[in-house]
């Protein structure tokens, strides 16, 4: 079945880059998301990337796909103590795109 | 701010009960998803619905329902609750033509004892 795994945790500084990694099983993936979550909230989508793409950019947010690798990463420049929050990765997995699988999250600490 | 509503914010229900809880998306969205998120868990997919139909379900019981009605809201209805159910439910819609994107309402909590 479709399994997406994160690292629990990452800890920066205030204006330092972070880079927040995603493995996926599912060859079929057809989308690859990444959301965030502050304390006592919902989800809100960062971004996404369809899976023939190599790369996407977004103002601060990079992200890349290994699809070789099935790796998916999301890098975060200049992060601001703002920016604590975990962050989730998901894939869609079916051709609808709508059902989505989602790592455990990796919660990112920004120190000042 | 996604336009995703839902109620109640909090709830506590003892177990065995029966709980209703409440999403409202923005006008033209036309598919709604509910995803469970246990504490310190990523979300799992309950189910989704489009166009009041039920468009696939992911690995949870019968007693997990839900509707979806003609003027973008939806329920996800629980019966027999137990303690493990006890956790964040989170409504997503997704707008007609954007079918890859999902926007998050901020939940309802719901505590079983």
């Known amino acids: 079945g479709e399994d997406v795994e994160q690292s629990l945790f990452l800890s920066v500084r205030e204006g330092d880059s972070s880079v927040i990694n995603c493995t996926y099983t599912?060859?079929?993936?057809?989308?690859l998301y990444w959301y965030k979550q502050e304390p006592g909230a919902g989800l809100q989508l960062l971004t996404y990337?369809?899976?023939?793409?190599d790369m996407k950019q977004d103002q601060r947010l990079t992200v890349l796909l290994n699809k070789k690798d099935k790796h998916l990463s999301l890098r975060i420049a200049d992060t601001q103590t703002g920016d604590s929050a975990i962050y989730f990765c998901a894939e869609s997995y079916n051709n609808a795109g709508n059902m989505l699988t989602f790592g455990g999250g990796t919660r990112l600490m920004v120190k000042p | 701010e996604t336009g995703v509503t839902q109620s109640p914010t909090h709830l506590i229900k003892t177990r065995g009960q029966q709980v209703t809880l409440r999403c409202s998306s923005q006008s033209g969205h036309n598919t709604v998803s509910w995803y469970q998120q246990a504490l310190g868990q990523g979300p799992q997919f309950i189910f989704q619905y489009y166009r009041e139909e039920e468009n696939g379900r992911g690995n949870f019981p019968p007693r997990f329902s839900g509707l979806q009605f003609p003027n973008y809201s939806s329920e996800l209805n629980v019966n027999a609750l137990e303690l493990d159910d006890s956790a964040l439910y989170l409504c997503?819609?997704?707008?007609?033509?954007?079918?890859?994107?999902?926007?998050f309402g901020p939940g309802t909590r719901l505590t079983v004892t």
């Open positions: 997503a819609s997704t707008p007609a033509g954007g079918r890859y994107e999902q926007y």
């Open positions: 599912d060859s079929s993936s057809t989308y």
């Open positions: 990337i369809f899976s023939n793409m």
